[in-house]
């Protein structure tokens, strides 16, 4: 008699794919109808809605990082925003880079900025930002390094739950207390705007604009495999173990830190891509991104989504920017920010597993019995680890 | 006084004082182990040694230092004074962590059920079994042949088998128990630490919990049972250790160990 199955799980299942085919789908559509139908047509899908989309999409991505470490390991990180701002900051600064002598002041070298500030010469950490490779880089490095050394810190010295939480938002903070002061040398309070161009192209052209977008939408359809594969792995089962009995997980004989500390740096990689890509389409980085409310907005999207659920991530936070948009441009523009915190007291009173979590475990109701569970219950935003 | 203290039954020994011989031979020994949570000794130098593939059952009135003894030996807690020693004294048990001290091979069984309730059983068993446990490696991590020979084997000894894909959170709370003896089983440690594994149980569960534990340390694992269950403990068979007050009490038989006049004073009652 064996138990052991010999089905080996699908890395996507129904759900999954499903996903991605309406990212994929977007990735095509969007820039197709925006590019190919003359500007009148019904299906037109105007410039400044490829931008606003791609941004959706870019913080969908910056929801699924969240997802993969508040959901899959129990990590309620409300700095997130800080990786996502550093990821944008690096971009930022290659963009800055190409602007060369079109700048207001026309300096080949210094961005306007340091030129209005008074300084002679290109600050050191700005080297190698002119060549994309490196910036390239560096939207990895700085958020993955960051997250590595604060990570090995807090989960070494075991600091869990409220307290990590309140961690991660004091270094969101500090980061931006710190891009505020002028002489860090990011632009202070007005940080890095007029882009210009990126990889020789127009930064404001249609073409250009299609392609962050058609690239957003790849990133965050690769995010989502990538997220999906780790947590499907033997390494994701550990982490969902540490999210309910940490414990445990210690007696089994696994290094509880070492994991913890490599989901949070693929977290904080995934915010730093986002970031970058958010940076190019909006025009602007600035330290606002480092505020610890933008941290907490994104828990919001993702308990409104469905925590635990990565698609449900992502879902979530298009549809809480979607109404942010909606109603931030019209009379009931003061009061977004209580409809916001109403949203997030209604989703944990009544939708404790969010809107894609609640629509699984009613779906894995209906076919009750099955023998293989396509996907472990999403664990919803009240749901405490055991010990 | 009561009429059993009458009888001739031999007097459970004494604390003894550790030697140089316990330690070389014994698979785990203590010594003079105090523990202090403000200005309260949870231990106060408690000593004593496990064999190799030798089952020790421990009883004691609650606040004796069970749990607190537990938890020195597998390294969630540091002594304040004394040594623990495992495998013959080679290694030191108060220098190590809890991850080092699992991949040592002690296993620990807590006393409220803990499985992984997200994960099916089988994904329980996979988590615990000895092997591969880096973080980087299991991200690619795949399932042997021999794994899975050893999963199956598991499942004969804990006779869930049919419940191998529920999810470990939808089993009974004895079912839990034998997951849970079964994660155990699947690390398998050479000293396995139960803390209360029937409480909870019906009688027919307890029966046969005590039948698996029999058959596991019949397969050459050593195991210390924390039990009140007095039916259970002399289901077991075994040499038993009363501890009260943060040390040994009274060592030796059931019977021995439930004539001692402290032991029926301060645990069993009159």
Redesign the interface.
Known sequence: ?????TRKPALLGTGGLVFLAIVIGLAVLVPALNLLLPAGSALHVPTYLVSLLGKYLCYALLALSVDLIWGYVGILSLGQGAFFALGGYAMGMYLMRQIGTRGVYGDPVLPDFMVFLNWKELPWFWYGFDWFPFAAAMVLLAPGLLALVFGWFAFRSRVTGVYLSIITQAMTFALLLAFFRNDMGFGGNNGLTDFKDILGFNIQADGTRAALFALTALALAGGYVLCRY?VR???G??L??IR??E??V???????E??K??AFVVSACLAGIAGALYVPQVGIINPSEFSPANSIEIIVWVAVGGRGTLAGAALGAVLVNYAKTYFTSGMLAPYWLFMLGGLFVAVTLFLPKGILGTFLEWRARRSAGS???DA??A?GITAKP?? | MTDTAAFPVEAAEPPKAMTEKNLTEALLYLDGVTVTFDGFRALNALSFTVDAGEMRAIIGPNGAGKTTMMDVITGKTRPDKGDVFFNGGTTDLTKLDETEIATLGIGRKFQKPTVFESHTVIDNLRLALKGQRGALANIFKRETAQERVKIDEIFETIRLGEHAHRLAGALSHGQKQWLEIGMLLAQDPKLLLVDEPVAGMTDAETAQTAELLREINANGHSVVVVEHDMTFVRDLGVRVLCLHEGSVLAEGTLDQVSANERVIEVYLGR
């Open positions: 008699m064996s138990q052991t199955d780790l792995s033997h390494f089962k550990v969902i173990a309910d009995a414990t445990r210690r007696f089994t004989g696994y290094r509880v070492n994991y500390l490599a023998p293989e569970p472990p219950p664990p055991a010990e």
